[in-house]
């Protein structure tokens, strides 16, 4: 009897071994299929399906091709630890619509972002110091790009074939640009300071030059958006949305809302809009004004149920 016991325990522990050793390698073979490849802080490669995608925080820098041709990438958020982006790092991310770029990146190499279709906005941080050969070429969504005041160069091709690329501030810094950087751009009216490289190439090469400060917030102002209609009842509020193009933020503009029927709904300074007692419409006029005295006019029809 203790015989059989004994060889019921080594069964047991036996097993229990074994199932350890099953465990562990299984924790260990996740971990390394993660989405990321990442070697001493370098993103070298994505493995997942795409989507939004967070960066992890700790990278250091995404290699070359790391993201490329990844299709179904919608959107990106990468962390301040990040600091440079390879060659052809999301190049033909065809449905990439959003990109939080690093505060920290000091430099964006050739083709970054080129075939980028779908990308409608982008910040270019204010630590890059150039903007190198196709970075953001065939990008066809972009219609508004602020040059930081750290950028001195810009590439060839940089924004060809940004064909609803409409306006561009281009700083005093930017004292170089290569061969046709906004080639296929017919829509472009260069923004910048007068006696500046970026108003002589403007006028070299016979494209739309406006004096920046007041017009370019002007231009701006006139890609605004906001949220055109909201269905509310008395138990929940909802909040109007503002979209602000790249340039503009609430450092720079201010935002007022009034309700035509305050007895039907009222909106805090905030945009957030709450039902009173009766069911109805309403319409909420926005005005969005910028530090020179530009305005834009928003309306949002409201709905009381």
């Given at each position: 009897?203790?015989?059989?016991?004994?060889?019921?325990?080594?069964?047991?522990?036996?097993?229990?071994?074994?199932?350890?050793?099953?465990?562990?390698?299984?924790?260990?073979?996740?971990?390394?299929?993660?989405?990321?490849?990442?070697?001493?802080?370098?993103?070298?490669?994505?493995?997942?399906?795409?989507?939004?995608?967070?960066?992890?925080k700790g990278v250091t820098r995404i290699d070359d091709y790391a993201f490329y041709e990844c299709k179904k990438l919608t959107s990106i958020k990468m962390p301040d630890t990040v600091t440079s982006i390879g060659y052809r790092a999301f190049q033909y991310c065809t449905s990439l619509?959003?990109?939080?770029?690093?505060?920290?990146?000091?430099?964006?190499?050739?083709?970054?972002?080129?075939?980028?279709?779908?990308?409608?906005?982008?910040?270019?941080?204010?630590?890059?110091?150039?903007?190198?050969?196709?970075?953001?070429?065939?990008?066809?969504?972009?219609?508004?790009?602020?040059?930081?005041?750290?950028?001195?160069?810009?590439?060839?091709?940089?924004?060809?074939?940004?064909?609803?690329?409409?306006?561009?501030?281009?700083?005093?810094?930017?004292?170089?640009?290569?061969?046709?950087?906004?080639?296929?751009?017919?829509?472009?009216?260069?923004?910048?300071?007068?006696?500046?490289?970026?108003?002589?190439?403007?006028?070299?090469?016979?494209?739309?030059?406006?004096?920046?400060?007041?017009?370019?917030?002007?231009?701006?102002?006139?890609?605004?958006?906001?949220?055109k209609q909201l269905t509310i009842n008395k138990t929940k509020g909802k909040n109007i949305e503002i979209v602000l193009p790249s340039g503009l933020s609430s450092k720079n503009v201010t935002v007022t809302y009034k309700s035509s029927n305050t007895k039907m709904a009222t909106v805090?300074?905030?945009?957030?809009?709450?039902?009173?007692?009766?069911?109805?419409?309403?319409?909420?006029?926005?005005?969005?004004?910028?530090?020179?005295?530009?305005?834009?006019?928003?309306?949002?029809?409201?709905?009381?149920?």
């Amino acid at each position: 009897m203790k015989t059989t016991q004994k060889s019921l325990l080594n069964v047991m522990l036996l097993c229990m071994v074994l199932i350890g050793v099953v465990l562990i390698p299984t924790k260990a073979y996740a971990s390394s299929n993660s989405d990321f490849v990442i070697e001493n802080g370098v993103l070298k490669e994505y493995k997942g399906t795409g989507g939004n995608v967070t960066i992890p925080k700790g990278v250091t820098r995404i290699d070359d091709y790391a993201f490329y041709e990844c299709k179904k990438l919608t959107s990106i958020k990468m962390p301040d630890t990040v600091t440079s982006i390879g060659y052809r790092a999301f190049q033909y991310c065809t449905s990439l619509k959003m990109i939080k770029l690093s505060n920290n990146i000091t430099d964006i190499d050739m083709g970054a972002f080129a075939q980028c279709k779908s990308l409608e906005k982008i910040d270019i941080p204010s630590k890059v110091t150039s903007i190198y050969w196709g970075t953001f070429n065939d990008c066809k969504k972009l219609t508004v790009i602020k040059i930081p005041d750290s950028v001195m160069f810009i590439g060839m091709a940089a924004f060809a074939g940004c064909s609803n690329l409409k306006v561009i501030y281009i700083p005093e810094s930017v004292t170089t640009m290569e061969f046709e950087p906004f080639s296929g751009c017919s829509k472009l009216t260069i923004y910048g300071h007068e006696n500046s490289y970026a108003q002589t190439y403007a006028s070299d090469n016979k494209i739309p030059f406006k004096l920046a400060d007041g017009q370019y917030y002007k231009a701006l102002l006139k890609e605004v958006t906001g949220t055109k209609q909201l269905t509310i009842n008395k138990t929940k509020g909802k909040n109007i949305e503002i979209v602000l193009p790249s340039g503009l933020s609430s450092k720079n503009v201010t935002v007022t809302y009034k309700s035509s029927n305050t007895k039907m709904a009222t909106v805090s300074k905030k945009g957030k809009v709450t039902a009173k007692k009766k069911k109805g419409t309403a319409k909420i006029t926005i005005t969005v004004k910028d530090k020179y005295g530009n305005k834009k006019i928003l309306t949002t029809k409201i709905t009381v149920k």
